[in-house]
């Protein structure tokens, strides 16, 4: 059997483990102390998206006590926690040329720090899969099941995500692969933060639907200017589409706010921002969701006049 080890315990780290656990020898490793202690003793409580439940007994192990043992580390912390998930992989991953390394977190500055730190190959691909903690044993799903993998990947492992469930598209061109989930990340996650409303509020109204877009169109503007082709050809529809797909989701980002754990707003706008300023381009309207986030973490609530009215439209409708 496959072994594989998962790292991080929130959500999507949960849910995958999930899945996956009667296809694979899996284990969870993470730092929630409260949480694993839960899912220890009380197994996960799994609520699919039709609202299925079932319990899930999963192998909550500890990082000493598997050297080198497992054939796939797949990779689910914060794109922030990464430097350390790094660490962990090469204690895990088995010294052994098939052994791989998979990221599907947010964010484009994963791969390079997890190769600083592993010597097998190190993937990275992306997932529209959403997921919420539901209490500290649960987890519910929510969004689509898609992932999106580099075609070089062992096809028994693809295999295994296809039994489990997921939804398994390749892709040959790793850059325009993180940069076309970066897009969808940079458009929906600080707005729905900014707002504290689901995926699919966006679309409801007029305004935040027209901001929406323009972040997308300026981040593919900003992948035009280095040269990167994206898996789509209209930003505009995609980031509309993949809203209304996960619409009952709340975002990484929010569901980070909510908690008061750090965001991944650095690594996604932050890092837009200051890739666009190399290339001489600006992205004005993720400058604006960037600042409105940036108070929205100090605990404020923006006072600008177009969040102000945008704010009074939501409440309108109720
Ligand atoms: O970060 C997220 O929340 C997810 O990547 C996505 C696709 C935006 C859905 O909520």
Known sequence: MLRIAILGSGALASYFAARLHEKAEVHMFGHWKARLNALKSEGLSLTERDGSKSQVQLRVSELNDFPHYFDVVLV???AWQTP?????ASQLIAKKPSAFVLSLQNGIGNVPQLKSEVDQSVFAGTTLQGAKINGLAGVAASGTGSIFLPSSIDSGFIEILRIAGF???LAD???SLLWSKLLINAA???LTGAF???NGTLLKSASLKAFLG???LEVAELAKAKSIDLLYTDPVAEVERVALDTEENTSSMLADLRRGAPTELEAITGFLLQEAGLQGLSLPQNKVVYQWMKEKLAGQVPSDAVYQSIAQELANAG
């Open 84 to 88: 350390e998930a790094a660490k962990e």
């Open 167 to 169: 939804e398994v598209h």
């Open 173 to 175: 061109d790793l850059v």
């Open 188 to 190: 929906i996650n600080p």
């Open 214 to 216: 323009d972040l997308a």
């Open 196 to 198: 504290g409303i689901t």
């Open 76 to 78: 689910l912390v914060k």
